[in-house]
C-alpha cells in the first residue's frame, strides 16, 4: 500500500482576514540574502580588483574546475550545436519561434506628445546597450532559460549579449553542451564559462581573459540564480541595472470541486522537483479535493525522479493546502501571496484568472500547466518570487529598454509657461532656475 503523503493544510473557512493577516499565515519560504552577503563581498571586491583571474579561481574552488580562458571558443559552440540531440533541439527551435512571436508584439514604438503648439515631449525607447544574460547550473539544466532570457533582449534591439554559465568538470570547464547549443541556436556567439557571485561580478566590472583579450563590463544583468548570484546581483545593483532579486520557484493553485486531483497533483510535484525550498500552494474551496490532492501526490510521487527533493519541498514550511469558503476569498487569497505562478483550474476559469490582479503569470484552465510556460506557450517563465508580483512584472522585451524623454519647446512655447516656472522655482526655494527661464526673454 503507498504511504500517504499530506501537505499541511491552513483552514481559513469562516474568518475574513486582513491582507496583513493573509500574508502572515499563508505557506512561504523563502531566503535570507542577508545572511550571505558577508561571504559574497568578499568575492565580489576579490573580481572587481583582479578580475578574470579571481573569477577563475573561483570557479575552482566552487564548481571544482578552472577554463583555460572565461570566454567560450566558438569551435565549442559550433560543435555543441552540431552534436545536439534532434529532438532536443526541434523543441528549441519551437520555444524561440514562440517567444519571439509573443515578445515581437510587446516592443514599444516612440510616443510624441503635443504638450501645447511649439511644445512636445517624445518618449523615445533605447535599448540598453550590453547585457549579461546569467544561466544557472546546480539541480539541473536550463536550455529554456537562454531562450527566456535571449529573445526579448534581442527583440528590444540589445546588440551585445554574454551569456554566463558555470564551468562543469564534466565537460572540461564549458558550460552544459545544451547551454551552449542554446546560446547557438540564437546566435549568441559570446559565452562565458563562469558561474555564481563571481560570475555577476566579472559581467559587472569587466576585465581581460586569461589570453589577454577583453572582457567588456555590461550594462545590465538578468536571469534567476541561486541565493549566492542573488547576493551579488543585490551588491551590484547601481553599478549594472539588474532584472530582480530571484527567490526559490513557487506555484499556487486556485482550484474548485471542478479540478482533476491528479492534474493538481501532478502541477505540484513538479514545480517542486526544482529545489528543495521550491513552493507548492493549493488554494481551494473542496476539502474533498484537498484529500483527493493528497492522495494523488502520495500515489504519484514515487514515480517521480527526484522524489527526496519533492517531498522536502512539498514537506516544507513553504508549501500546503489553503481551505477558503468561495472563489472570491480563494482570489483574495492568491492577491495576497502573489504567486511567481500561477494556475486557475476553476469553473469559468477565464472570468475567475480575468479577476486575479496579482501574479507573474497565469495559467487558465486543465490544459495550460505551468510546464507549458517553462517550456513552448511563448510566454517568459523568468517571473517575480517571493510576493514581489504584487509590484513587479516578469521579464520581457520592456526590461531591456530605457525610455528618455525629449522636449522641444519654442520661444513662443517657453514664454506661454515662463511665470509658472518662475513661480514654482521661487516656491521651492530655487531662484536659479527661475532666472534660467527669465535671462532668455530679457536679453533680447
Not at 550571505?36 to 573569477?55: Q, S
Not at 581573459?209 to 545590465?220: F, I, K, Q, R, W
Amino acid at each position: 500500500m503507498t504511504a500517504r503523503t499530506e501537505l499541511r493544510r491552513v483552514d481559513l473557512r469562516g474568518s475574513s482576514p486582513s491582507t496583513t493577516e493573509l500574508r502572515s499565515v499563508l505557506p512561504r519560504g523563502g531566503v535570507d540574502v542577508n545572511s550571505v552577503l558577508h561571504l559574497v563581498t568578499p568575492i565580489v571586491d576579490t573580481v572587481r580588483e583582479r578580475g578574470a583571474e579571481a573569477a577563475l579561481d573561483y570557479g575552482q574552488q566552487f564548481d571544482g574546475v578552472r577554463p583555460a580562458t572565461v570566454r567560450v571558443p566558438a569551435e565549442a559552440l559550433d560543435r555543441a550545436l552540431a552534436e545536439l540531440d534532434p529532438d532536443v533541439r526541434a523543441a528549441l527551435e519551437v520555444s524561440i519561434e514562440r517567444s519571439r512571436i509573443v515578445h515581437g508584439d510587446q516592443r514599444r514604438g516612440d510616443t510624441v506628445t503635443e504638450v501645447v503648439p511649439g511644445g512636445t515631449v517624445t518618449e523615445k525607447w533605447v535599448p540598453v546597450d550590453r547585457v549579461g544574460l546569467y544561466v544557472p547550473g546546480g539541480n539541473a539544466v536550463y536550455p529554456s532559460s537562454v531562450v527566456m532570457n535571449v529573445v526579448p533582449a534581442q527583440v528590444a534591439g540589445v546588440t551585445s549579449l554574454v551569456v554566463a554559465s558555470p564551468p562543469q568538470a564534466e565537460f572540461g570547464g564549458l558550460p552544459h553542451p545544451t547551454i551552449l547549443a542554446a546560446a547557438a541556436l540564437l546566435g549568441v556567439e559570446e559565452v562565458w564559462a563562469v558561474g555564481g557571485a563571481q560570475s555577476v561580478a566579472l559581467l559587472t566590472y569587466g576585465g581581460q581573459d586569461t589570453d589577454g583579450a577583453e572582457l567588456a563590463p555590461v550594462d545590465m544583468i538578468t536571469g534567476p540564480g541561486n541565493i549566492y548570484v542573488t547576493a551579488a546581483k543585490r551588491l551590484c545593483r547601481g553599478v549594472v541595472g539588474i532584472d530582480s532579486e530571484a527567490g526559490p520557484t513557487e506555484i499556487a493553485i486556485l482550484a474548485d470541486e471542478t479540478a482533476d486531483p491528479v492534474h493538481v497533483a501532478a502541477d505540484l510535484i513538479s514545480q517542486a522537483e526544482h529545489d528543495v525550498l521550491a513552493a507548492s500552494v493549493l488554494v481551494t474551496t473542496s476539502p474533498e479535493l484537498a484529500d483527493a490532492v493528497d492522495a494523488a501526490v502520495a500515489e504519484q510521487i514515487g514515480r517521480t525522479k527526484h522524489v527526496d527533493r519533492v517531498r522536502t519541498a512539498l514537506g516544507g514550511d513553504q508549501s500546503g493546502i489553503v481551505l477558503v469558503d468561495t472563489i472570491d476569498d480563494g482570489i483574495r487569497t492568491v492577491d495576497a501571496y502573489a504567486a511567481e505562478h500561477l494556475e486557475i483550474q476553476t469553473r469559468d476559469a477565464s472570468d475567475v484568472a480575468a479577476r486575479v490582479r496579482s501574479a507573474g503569470a497565469i495559467f487558465v484552465g486543465p490544459w495550460a500547466p505551468v510546464s507549458l510556460g517553462d517550456y513552448c506557450a511563448g510566454s517568459n517563465h523568468v517571473l517575480p518570487t517571493a510576493g514581489c508580483a504584487r509590484h513587479s512584472s516578469g521579464l520581457s522585451v520592456q526590461t531591456f529598454l530605457r525610455g528618455i524623454h525629449i522636449v522641444d519647446y519654442s520661444r513662443d512655447a517657453l514664454a506661454d509657461v515662463a511665470q509658472h516656472v518662475v513661480a514654482l522655482a521661487n516656491a521651492e526655494d530655487l531662484p536659479a532656475h527661475g532666472d534660467a527661464v527669465r535671462v532668455r526673454f530679457e536679453a533680447l
